[in-house]
């Protein structure tokens, strides 16, 4: 059994208590996990051809209000 296997299986077993603790627990790690990735790829100048693309269409007009 894989080691992902492992946890479904761990996961299933909890009570809805733990269920929803667990729940909030990775929501929160998922996220800090997620900004760190963005945050190490603006660093690395992997988003700068998105941003460029970003800013010519919001100088060129294509941009509206949310």
Known sequence: ??????LEKKVQGLSAGD??????WFI?????VWDEQIESDLKAGKLDGLI????A??????????
């Open 19 to 24: 269920l929803a603790e667990f729940r909030a």
């Open 1 to 6: 059994m894989t080691e992902v296997e492992q």
């Open 57 to 66: 269409e919001y100088k060129a007009g294509k941009a509206r209000e949310l």
């Open 28 to 32: 929160a790690f998922d996220s800090r």
């Open 52 to 55: 460029a693309e970003a800013l």
